[in-house]
């Protein structure tokens, strides 16, 4: 069965970074784009970044310049790098496949907590 697990969360100053993974397992993981999204505290689920089978890319406007995408398909793994953290980048990060038009998966999310 499909697997996703999120880590490397935690709490940092303004300003810092930080680098989060998804470990992916139960599908042909360098056939599929990979997404992560993020949830803050009263506030909708959003999009943050997606990488494609062939490692192409796309960030929402709010993290552009800041967050990077990457995968490593020989260790099924999607990596998040956040930097220039703002106190509202503080969410639980998601990873997320689309694995057909009627199926998607989710991790069980990573905190971020973004303060002084």
């Known amino acids: 069965q499909v697997q996703l697990v999120e880590s490397g969360g935690g709490l940092v100053q303004p300003g810092g970074s930080l680098r989060l993974s998804c470990a992916a397992s139960?599908?042909?993981?360098?056939?599929?784009?990979m997404r992560w999204y993020r949830q803050a505290p009263g506030k909708e689920r959003e999009f943050v970044a997606t990488i494609t089978s062939t490692h192409m890319t796309g960030y929402a406007d709010a993290v552009k310049g800041r967050f990077t995408i990457s995968r490593d398909n020989a260790k099924n793994m999607v990596y998040l790098q956040i930097n220039s953290l703002k106190p509202e980048d503080t969410a639980v990060y998601y990873c997320?496949?689309?694995?057909?038009?009627?199926?998607?998966?989710w991790g069980q999310g990573t905190q971020v907590t973004v303060s002084s």
């Open positions: 139960g599908f042909t993981f360098r056939n599929y784009a």
């Open positions: 997320m496949l689309q694995y057909s038009s009627a199926t998607s998966y």
